[in-house]
């Protein structure tokens, strides 16, 4: 118990920050189990699942690419913003800042760069996922910000190296997808590259990594929900994600798994 306890700063004294940490796991896992039972955030390849005539005419779409411009773009300013707003709160902030900012930075140059879509994106859902990545990067630097003390256990150079490593392979993964496109081309095929003949979602992985970078980083307790959260939710949807393949592609490979190799 006491190794545990010592890799997290003090606790923070406010209920309400205690009780987001105890929301944001649950409605991430709750999120991601819909997806594994169906019910999907309306974006990428589900954009248009199950939707009727009667909800297709009510639903507000964005192109895909205004969409995720939509989600990234609030959180990279706020990361930003805190540089100005919290100029002197030492290294591990500038730390933490500094990763959750360049995160929403390299998503946003993914966006105007490198993927190609075939798709678009209902509003409600942009939304939910942009207002959910607003609070949790404006969350997390606030906790920062409250000077909590330090862990026992000092992790945040761990953190650097797993988020460095997480972002990296994301962006890597996203490359391989893209190029998997010509110009004009909307068509989904397999990818194999990379960790694609290994998982069906290893940007995914990368992500998660990043994030649990991002909570050693930070070594507090709404970081360590917020890292449990994305592992729960980006398991769902790469479950979702791999059904959608192996219904689409009779030549699917079945020993691919969603998105730890060898085991999920």
């Known amino acids: 118990m006491f190794l545990i306890t010592s890799i997290f700063s003090p606790l923070p004294p406010s209920l309400f920050i205690k009780t987001m940490c105890v929301v944001n796991v649950v409605t991430m896992a709750n999120v991601g189990y819909s997806e594994i039972k169906g019910k999907h955030l309306k974006y990428s390849k589900f954009w248009n699942f199950n939707s009727d005539k009667s909800s297709n005419n009510k639903e507000i779409k964005l192109s895909a690419k205004t969409g995720m411009l939509f989600l990234y773009t609030p959180s990279f300013l706020a990361g930003l913003a805190s540089f100005w707003l919290f100029p002197h709160e030492g290294f591990r902030f500038m730390l933490l800042t500094s990763a959750l900012t360049v995160h929403f930075f390299k998503r946003i140059v993914e966006v105007l760069f490198i993927h190609k879509y075939s798709s678009g994106m209902v509003l409600d859902s942009a939304i939910v996922i942009s207002l959910s990545y607003l609070i949790s990067t404006a969350a997390m630097i606030y906790v920062q910000s409250e000077g909590l003390g330090e862990p026992t256990i000092d992790l945040k150079f761990l953190g650097m190296i797993l988020f460095l490593l997480g972002i990296s392979g994301n962006f890597y993964h996203h490359y391989l997808l893209s190029k998997m496109r010509r110009n004009g081309e ?13 998982v069906v979602c290893p940007h995914y992985l990368f992500e998660i990594l990043g994030f649990w970078g991002i909570f050693f980083i930070a070594q507090t ?36 798994k969603s998105i730890f190799p060898y085991i999920f």
């Open 186 to 198: 909307k068509e989904y095929k397999i990818p194999t590259s990379g960790l694609f003949d290994k």
């Open 221 to 256: 307790l709404y970081a360590f929900c917020y890292a449990i959260g994305v592992t729960f939710y980006l398991m769902g949807r790469s479950y979702a994600t791999r059904a959608w393949y192996l219904s689409k592609f009779e030549d699917f490979p079945k020993h691919v």
